[in-house]
């Protein structure tokens, strides 16, 4: 029985690389499910399908040793040895649901109370987990193995330990740009929030503690150069909290916060 709200999958177990096996079709919670929060679809106040991201934190749902799985790991048919979807890691998904959580953050629990501490932690884990896994060759593969790490070598053959990567490494074909790194980074953990009109948000979901600085430049929006910069300890000779965020749009300085969790809203000239 469904006990919970989720928005449920029903396929059939993929054992296609497990001795051919065939299973049968079952209900299974699957990452796939988090997809109406990444196109803002739910009723912002509607709080009913809220507790589907307990699964995000849950090490029986989709939080796993090395990166988030795409099949709910206390399911019978979970197996990320297969070349499937019914629990291996893969990247495209990964962009799906951390811009997902960001929107739930931002869009949805932001407007009814404020985002924990608990909240901005959970999403910059995953991200840990996802950079670690780019290993030393910094290099994004085709998929992941969320419960054990490594991956399987060129030409098929057992699964090996990377060795770059600390067993943390993506498999199969490398430099396989099908995620958004660089938007999970940027708009999602940074918080830089793009406007159609002449202005823009910054609104960062990392935890307070994280890092002692930012820094994000080069930033081409909408005919401007933009350049956000965000630092714990401006002054090591001065006592006490000293947390600036400055934004300069076209070389001057034009916006400022001494709140990180606050979003800041930037007029463009």
Do not use: C
Not at 113 to 118: D, F, K, L, N
């Amino acid at each position: 029985a469904i006990d919970d709200p989720f928005f449920y999958s029903r396929l059939a177990g993929d054992n296609l690389h497990t001795g051919g096996v065939v299973d049968q079709l079952s209900i299974i919670r699957e990452t796939v499910g988090y997809t109406p929060w990444y196109f803002n679809l739910l009723p912002s106040q509607d709080q009913q399908f809220d507790i589907a991201w307990a699964q995000f934190d849950d090490e029986l749902g989709f939080k796993q040793p090395f990166g988030m799985s795409t099949a709910e790991y206390r399911h019978d048919f979970f197996n990320e040895m297969s070349y499937g979807w019914n629990g291996r890691g893969w990247p495209f998904q990964n962009s799906v649901v951390y811009k997902a959580y960001a929107n739930f953050l931002r869009n949805y629990k932001a407007t009814r109370g404020e985002i924990s501490e608990a909240d901005r932690q959970l999403l910059y884990d995953h991200m840990t987990q996802y950079v670690e896994l780019h290993g030393r060759r910094r290099t994004i593969g085709e998929w992941y193995l969320p419960r054990t790490g490594g991956y399987r070598m060129p030409g098929g053959g057992d699964v090996v330990q990377s060795h770059p990567a600390m067993g943390k490494g993506f498999g199969d074909v490398q430099d396989y740009f099908h995620s958004t790194f660089p938007d999970m980074l940027i708009e999602d953990l940074i918080g830089f929030q793009a406007s159609h009109q002449k202005r823009f948000t910054v609104h960062p979901l990392i935890p307070k503690d994280a890092w002692d600085f930012f820094y994000l430049g080069d930033l081409r929006y909408h005919d401007h150069e933009v350049e956000i910069l965000w630092k714990k300890d401006w002054d090591a000779t001065q006592d006490g909290d000293q947390s600036k965020l400055y934004v300069w749009v076209d070389g001057k300085r034009v916006a400022q916060s001494d709140d990180l969790t606050v979003p800041l809203v930037v007029q463009l000239p």
